[in-house]
């Protein structure tokens, strides 16, 4: 009776190794369907392929991006924020910083821009050397009204390799390299042979 159990269970364990593996093909076989019709621009039938690799695997983060990327594409912006909300929730932290990225993207084109800030930092946080984050949480400070924010933020950028940032201080800025450059300012030094009062 022991030994008859024991198989049942090795059965039954070979069995949901072979679903799960099963179920982990038919997933990454859709994604490629769907990336394949992405990249014919066939946006519908791309996100059908992408949803039934999520079906198939509900935390396949990168279906999720590409999902949200072909939302974006056609314009589905609160589909778009929800595929880029999933690939944080279920992403490794380069999928986090760009779920955190594309999302605060879709945002500042619906004109959150407050909204789209705490994104960006966020990326950033993940992703420290993320130039187009940099850049973009610019643009939305400047929409809120944080043009010294902007500055900084456009600073960064440009010190990362982001061209438009650049591009921006140049004209803008025109010595912000050089003020980037200098030393900070000598603080006054107490001097020890005065006593406190």
């Avoid at 090795?10 to 990336?35: P, R, Y």
């Avoid at 380069?94 to 500042?108: D, L, P, Q």
């Avoid at 909204?115 to 990326?123: E, L, N, Y």
């Avoid at 950033?124 to 949480?137: C, G, Q, T, V, Y």
């Amino acid at each position: 009776m022991k030994r008859t159990l024991r198989c049942i269970t090795v059965a039954a364990a070979f069995m949901l190794l072979l679903t799960s593996i099963g179920l982990a093909e038919s997933a990454n076989s859709f994604f490629d369907q769907g990336f394949e019709k992405h990249q014919q621009g066939d946006l519908a039938k791309a996100i059908k392929l992408y949803t039934k690799a999520i079906d198939s695997n509900p935390a396949f983060a990168m279906a999720f991006q590409m999902r949200g990327i072909a939302q974006q594409q056609l314009k589905k912006y609160p589909q778009a924020i929800d595929d880029y909300s999933m690939v944080i929730t279920c992403g490794e932290p380069y999928f986090k910083a760009v779920g955190y990225y594309n999302r605060g993207i879709v945002k500042n084109i619906t004109g959150d821009f407050a909204g789209a800030i705490p994104d960006f930092s966020q990326a950033i946080e993940l992703d420290k050397r993320m130039a187009a984050a940099f850049f973009h949480r610019g643009i939305a400070k400047s929409k809120t009204g944080d043009l010294a924010g902007q500055t900084d933020d456009f600073c960064q950028a440009a010190q990362l390799g982001e061209i438009n940032a650049e591009r921006w201080l140049n004209t803008y800025y025109p010595g912000w390299k050089q003020h980037l450059q200098q030393p900070p300012p000598l603080l006054p030094q107490p001097n020890p042979r005065e006593s406190p009062t």
